[in-house]
T-cell receptor, first 115, second 113 residues
Framework: AQTVTQSQPEMSVQEAETVTLSCTYDTSESDYYLFWYKQPPSRQMILVIR??????QNATENRFSVNFQKAAKSFSLKISDSQLGDAAMYFCAYLPIQGAQKLVFGQGTRLTINP | NAGVTQTPKFQVLKTGQSMTLQCAQD?????MSWYRQDPGMGLRLIHYSVGAGITDQGEVPNGYNVSRSTTEDFPLRLLSAAPSQTSVYFC????????????FGAGTRLSVL
């Protein structure tokens, strides 16, 4: 079975600085998707960024980018120019391409932004 | 466009009571899923559906029933609530197409006393 591990339960960063959240996963599949979701205090799950495993180029979305290392099964999220609104729980998630769309989530990392 | 709508937002039950968590989507998505979120454990899949009339179990299905009579609705039933079912429940939906992005409802916080 696939597993996703986020080894940092909590992280903090100064406003305007850069922070990297770690995620590793385990799968025997060669093709899949990886996601980072943000969950602010409102509880809403918000998609931050998505990576397709067959693409070597790292995904970017404005201040958010990923470092996808397929061989190492690593998928870290970098947030540049951190803003107070970035404070939230961040979840890494894995989705196989074949079969039903069953997302597998990591345990989450709580990110605090210090003004 | 409402997206994925969950009701109620909050619920308190006594042990042994039954209830149904409602989920509706207006995006004509084939896939719908229920997850539960517990502290320190992320979200775990309870049940999912690949279309009307088709459902299957996820990682933690015990104590929950689902059905999918229409594309739009995917209710989650607790037949006899237990304190272990205290959690936040999320419904999600997605296309089967290339984007594979799941859209989540706002969640239901359930407490079982």
């Amino acid at each position: 079975a696939q597993t996703v591990t986020q080894s940092q339960p909590e992280m903090s960063v100064q406003e305007a600085e850069t922070v990297t959240l770690s995620c590793t996963y385990d799968t025997s599949e060669s093709d899949y998707y990886l996601f980072w979701y943000k969950q602010p205090p409102s509880r809403q799950m918000i998609l931050v960024i998505r990576q397709e495993a067959y693409k070597q180029q790292n995904a970017t979305e404005n201040r958010f980018s990923v470092n996808f290392q397929k061989a190492a099964k690593s998928f870290s999220l970098k947030i540049s120019d951190s803003q107070l609104g970035d404070a939230a729980m961040y979840f890494c998630a894995y989705l196989p391409i074949q079969g039903a769309q069953k997302l597998v989530f990591g345990q989450g990392t709580r990110l605090t932004i210090n003004p | 466009n409402a997206g994925v709508t969950q009701t109620p937002k909050f619920q308190v039950l006594k042990t042994g009571q039954s209830m149904t968590l409602q989920c509706a989507q207006d995006m004509n998505h084939e896939y719908m899923s229920w997850y539960r979120q517990d502290p320190g454990m992320g979200l775990r899949l309870i049940h999912y559906s690949v279309g009307a009339g088709i459902t299957d179990q996820g990682e933690v299905p015990n104590g929950y029933n689902v059905s999918r009579s229409t594309t739009e609705d995917f209710p989650l039933r607790l037949l006899s609530a237990a304190p272990s079912q205290t959690s936040v429940y999320f419904c999600a939906s997605s296309y089967s197409g290339a984007k594979n992005i799941q859209y989540f409802g706002a969640g239901t916080r359930l407490s079982v006393l």
